[in-house]
């Protein structure tokens, strides 16, 4: 799982630099211990070094700062071949061109098409889709229980759930989801080997490029087509920048949207005094989804921008070529930004809104209002058809699956009351 490097960057490893575990088996802890490294961390990502950054108004001024690219070719240990497709977490950097791997005004263009799609009055469009989708599920959750009454929320609810409305959004058939789900899983697991991997990229890019070529031949009313079509006198997407930017619009389209609604519903079922007051009506419901996104965000890394100068933040510096990623979890509890207090869970925080957990500046997360609509439907639904819900197992049994970016749970067995 290791990728070979040089010797200096062993060196600065065993000086203080901190090891992400892939495997997440201390998230609180690793969230800790970044943060009291300081405004930046020198961090080991599987044998390969780089920076990150743990604090809210520096990683603010990071984002939006032009020395700072998603150009693969500016990083220097990938232009110097230490990092190469061998490392696990290529595919996540390396990813083809689209919206998410170029800056200026080519970011702009690739962009452009996916913000109109997910405008605020299109969003209100498909609400009643997203209630149809939640009761459904809600029904099956129902059916699913087990003899001894537990049933898994992730298996049956959570994770069908943005699937289903990113797949409505997108145009592909239902009977394509559990595929897709599958194979986003894999490729994100540190437990899949990485010729595997691999393949799962190919595999993904000769899905969505079918896909591509049959809605060119086929338009229809969906995000797919709009990206292919051009606009009149525009200039159109290539195939590769249309199966590129659905391909990182899949993944964290239902991803992002997975951990957000689990880990609400985590934080509410340990801090009981606090659900009691939502399910009153004392508090709302966006109250919920702000607090945990701040509190437990659904990406804890975010892989990687790098310096075309070098920069001066703080006490460091971040030399040109090197590598610079986002730990938005950590950032999400800076007692700078949030008070000493940033570790609790709190729904009445008066900066539970001032987070930047769907990033901040030009590359801020183009579905961030889709996932807070589809948990601002799923949430009071959830439980206000099971408000018994419970946890089938103490909360210290459930793990996190073994991504190093996503904060994602194996499973989520509950009892439904």
Same mark, same amino acid.
């Given at each position: 799982?290791?990728?070979?490097?040089?010797?200096?960057?062993?060196?600065?490893?065993?000086?203080?630099?901190?090891?992400?575990?892939?495997?997440?088996?201390?998230?609180?802890?690793?969230?800790?211990?970044?943060?009291?490294?300081?405004?930046?961390?020198?961090?080991?990502?599987?044998?390969?070094?780089?920076?990150?950054?743990?604090?809210?108004?520096?990683?603010?001024?990071?984002?939006?700062?032009?020395?700072?690219?998603?150009?693969?070719?500016?990083?220097?240990?990938?232009?110097?071949?230490?990092?190469?497709?061998?490392?696990?977490?290529?595919?996540?950097?390396?990813?083809?061109?689209?919206?998410?791997?170029?800056?200026?005004?080519?970011?702009?263009?690739?962009?452009?098409?996916?913000?109109?799609?997910?405008?605020?009055?299109?969003?209100?469009?498909?609400?009643?889709?997203?209630?149809?989708?939640?009761?459904?599920?809600?029904?099956?959750?129902?059916?699913?229980?087990?003899?001894?009454?537990?049933?898994?929320?992730?298996?049956?609810?959570?994770?069908?759930?943005?699937?289903?409305?990113?797949?409505?959004?997108?145009?592909?058939?239902?009977?394509?989801?559990?595929?897709?789900?599958?194979?986003?899983?894999?490729?994100?697991?540190?437990?899949?080997?990485?010729?595997?991997?691999?393949?799962?990229?190919?595999?993904?890019?000769?899905?969505?490029?079918?896909?591509?070529?049959?809605?060119?031949?086929?338009?229809?009313? /969906?995000?797919?087509? @709009?990206?292919?079509?051009? =606009?009149? !006198?525009? *200039?159109?997407?290539? #195939? &590769?920048?249309?199966?590129?930017?659905?391909?990182?619009?899949?993944?964290?389209?239902?991803?992002?949207?997975?951990?957000?609604?689990?880990?609400?519903?985590?934080?509410?079922?340990?801090?009981? /005094?606090?659900?009691? @007051?939502?399910?009153?009506? =004392?508090? !709302?419901? *966006?109250?919920?989804? #702000? &607090?945990?996104?701040?509190?437990?965000?659904?990406?804890?890394?975010?892989?990687?921008?790098?310096?075309?100068?070098?920069?001066?933040?703080?006490?460091?510096?971040?030399?040109?070529?090197?590598?610079?990623?986002?730990?938005?979890?950590?950032?999400?509890?800076?007692?700078?930004?949030?008070?000493?207090?940033?570790?609790?869970?709190?729904?009445?925080?008066?900066?539970?809104?001032?987070?930047?957990?769907?990033?901040?500046?030009?590359?801020?997360?183009?579905?961030?209002?889709?996932?807070?609509?589809?948990?601002?439907?799923?949430?009071?639904?959830?439980?206000?058809?099971?408000?018994?819900?419970?946890?089938?197992?103490?909360?210290?049994?459930?793990?996190?699956?073994?991504?190093?970016?996503?904060?994602?749970?194996?499973?989520?067995?509950?009892?439904?009351?």
């Amino acid at each position: 799982m290791n990728c070979p490097h040089a010797e200096a960057a062993q060196a600065d490893r065993n000086a203080g630099v901190i090891t992400i575990d892939p495997m997440v088996q201390d998230l609180d802890g690793e969230t800790a211990r970044l943060r009291d490294a300081g405004v930046l961390a020198r961090i080991d990502l599987l044998g390969v070094p780089a920076w990150t950054v743990t604090r809210h108004a520096e990683a603010r001024q990071l984002l939006v700062d032009p020395r700072l690219v998603k150009d693969i070719d500016a990083w220097g240990l990938w232009q110097s071949g230490v990092v190469t497709r061998a490392w696990p977490l290529i595919g996540m950097i390396d990813a083809g061109r689209s919206m998410f791997t170029v800056d200026g005004s080519e970011h702009r263009r690739l962009r452009t098409k996916t913000s109109q799609a997910l405008t605020p009055r299109r969003l209100e469009a498909i609400r009643p889709d997203i209630e149809k989708f939640t009761e459904e599920l809600l029904d099956a959750l129902d059916a699913a229980q087990g003899e001894d009454g537990v049933v898994d929320l992730k298996a049956v609810f959570a994770q069908p759930l943005p699937m289903k409305v990113v797949g409505m959004l997108m145009g592909v058939d239902e009977s394509q989801h559990a595929m897709l789900t599958r194979q986003y899983k894999a490729f994100f697991s540190m437990l899949t080997p990485q010729d595997e991997r691999l393949s799962l990229l190919a595999e993904l890019d000769v899905f969505y490029t079918d896909l591509v070529r049959e809605k060119t031949a086929r338009p229809t009313d /969906d995000l797919t087509s @709009a990206l292919i079509l051009a =606009e009149e !006198g525009g *200039d159109p997407l290539t #195939e &590769e920048e249309v199966v590129g930017n659905l391909k990182a619009m899949v993944a964290a389209g239902h991803e992002t949207t997975i951990g957000l609604v689990l880990n609400a519903v985590r934080a509410l079922l340990s801090h009981p /005094d606090q659900l009691r @007051a939502v399910l009153a009506g =004392e508090i !709302g419901w *966006d109250a919920v989804v #702000e &607090e945990t996104l701040r509190w437990d965000t659904p990406t804890t890394h975010l892989l990687m921008r790098f310096a075309t100068e070098d920069l001066a933040v703080g006490d460091e510096v971040i030399r040109k070529g090197e590598g610079v990623v986002i730990s938005y979890r950590a950032i999400g509890r800076d007692t700078e930004q949030h008070g000493p207090d940033a570790d609790a869970f709190d729904i009445t925080r008066p900066t539970r809104n001032r987070h930047m957990t769907f990033g901040h500046g030009p590359h801020i997360c183009p579905g961030a209002a889709l996932s807070r609509v589809e948990a601002g439907i799923a949430l009071p639904a959830l439980f206000g058809r099971f408000p018994g819900l419970r946890l089938a197992v103490p909360d210290e049994e459930i793990t996190k699956l073994p991504v190093m970016t996503q904060n994602d749970m194996a499973a989520f067995p509950v009892l439904l009351g």
